[in-house]
């Protein structure tokens, strides 16, 4: 494995940080001890961040990585130091948490005849409130990076760094960061905070280019925040998010991952990672597997000197046209 400092900061991550949305499969007893099973191995492998969020599993996922680390502590009693725990909120489920607090006391929320609707909620009171539920969750006393789901439109950015701040006071998050934020959404944020924004969780793939082309990762190096890529295999390994890929196109990216694949004696999957890691900006791929064989073989993609030509002869056939 190998690890990086994530931006403006003191601790070292893994560069490939394992994505903890599945362990909970559906909740049953075979899908729990399968993600138990995949936490031990990415711990074996070498991953020292985990990646969660509130909403994953309903709270499952935490509560599963919670049990595990109870157990893991016990044989490791100085493994916390080691590793990166992070968390993400700022995604209200319709009807799941019902309204409280200021927002259910205004008199512009008496809308009890209607029915709830998915939201987003960067207020302070959800802001602390969803940490203590994943710090309940997790086992945890301390989170090492909070992180804002997605963009809230009504975001009020000194309300948010109020809940930063008492959260950081508090010795409840030691950093921060966002997911999902455009470029000026992140610089809006940032001017607000005391402290840096270590990361910006985006979905990076050979599908979504986003953020190559909108300023995200551009900002990302000028300012030293950390990318974190979610979904860096769609479009390959399984459609990616609002897929837009033609037939033709799939074919076309499939020879040549194919031949890449083989030049480097590497599975298709793995070459694809190999492209991200290869962006300056230090992407860090989140990998989601249950299956102990892939987060182990994941790691190729670090040790795959991957040269400049063959990425833009990857980003060629992903266009279908020639680099201008």
Same mark, same amino acid.
């Given at each position: ?23 909970? +499969?559906?909740?049953?007893?075979? #899908? ?11 711990? #074996? ?14 709270? =499952? ?5 919670? *049990?595990?680390?109870? =157990?893991?502590?016990? =044989? ?13 909120? +700022? ?5 799941? %948490?019902?309204? /409280? @607090?200021?927002?259910?006391?205004? %008199? ?12 987003? #909620? ?10 203590? +539920? ?9 989170? #090492? ?16 760094? !109020? ?26 944020? !940032? ?16 599908? /979504? ?9 551009? $900002?990302?190096?000028?300012? +030293? ?25 799939? $074919?076309?990216?499939?020879? *040549? ?22 962006? %300056?900006? /230090? ?8 299956? %102990? ?9 670090? *040790? ?14 992903? /266009? @279908?046209?020639?680099?201008?």
């Amino acid at each position: 494995m190998h690890y990086l400092t994530l931006s403006k900061s003191d601790i070292k991550s893994s560069r490939l940080i394992y994505g903890c949305m599945r362990i909970a +499969g559906d909740n049953s007893s075979a #899908d729990r001890i399968k993600g138990k099973i995949a936490l031990r191995a990415a711990l #074996d492998a070498g991953y020292t961040h985990f990646d969660h969020a509130d909403i994953y599993g309903g709270g =499952e996922c935490e509560s599963l990585f919670g *049990e595990v680390f109870s =157990e893991l502590l016990a =044989e490791q009693p100085n493994l916390r130091e080691n590793l990166i725990i992070t968390s993400k909120a +700022g995604i209200r489920r319709a009807g799941y %948490p019902e309204n /409280n @607090g200021s927002e259910s006391n205004s %008199p512009e929320s008496d809308c009890s005849e209607l029915p709830f609707t998915q939201r987003y #909620d960067f207020s302070k009171q959800y802001i602390l409130d969803s940490v203590e +539920g994943s710090l309940k969750r997790l086992n945890l006393d301390y989170l #090492d990076l909070f992180l804002l789901h997605r963009p809230d439109y009504l975001m009020n950015i000194s309300e948010v760094a !109020q809940a930063f701040d008492e959260l950081k006071a508090s010795g409840k998050v030691k950093h921060f960061g966002v997911s999902n934020f455009k470029p000026s959404q992140l610089s809006l944020l !940032q001017s607000a905070c005391s402290m840096p924004l270590l990361v910006n969780q985006v979905e990076i793939n050979i599908h /979504n280019i986003d953020a190559f082309e909108n300023g995200t990762l551009d $900002q990302c190096q000028q300012l +030293g925040v950390t990318p974190i890529a979610w979904c860096p295999l769609g479009g390959v390994v399984y459609p990616a998010w609002g897929n837009t890929f033609s037939v033709e196109d799939d $074919q076309r990216i499939s020879v *040549e991952v194919a031949k890449q694949a083989n030049k480097y004696q590497v599975e298709p999957w793995v070459l694809i990672l190999a492209w991200l890691l290869k962006h %300056p900006a /230090n992407i860090c791929p989140i990998i989601g597997s249950t299956t %102990p064989e892939r987060i182990v073989a994941a790691k190729q993609a670090l *040790e795959i000197n991957y040269s400049r030509e063959n990425w833009y002869r990857l980003f060629e056939a992903r /266009n @279908g046209i020639a680099v201008p």
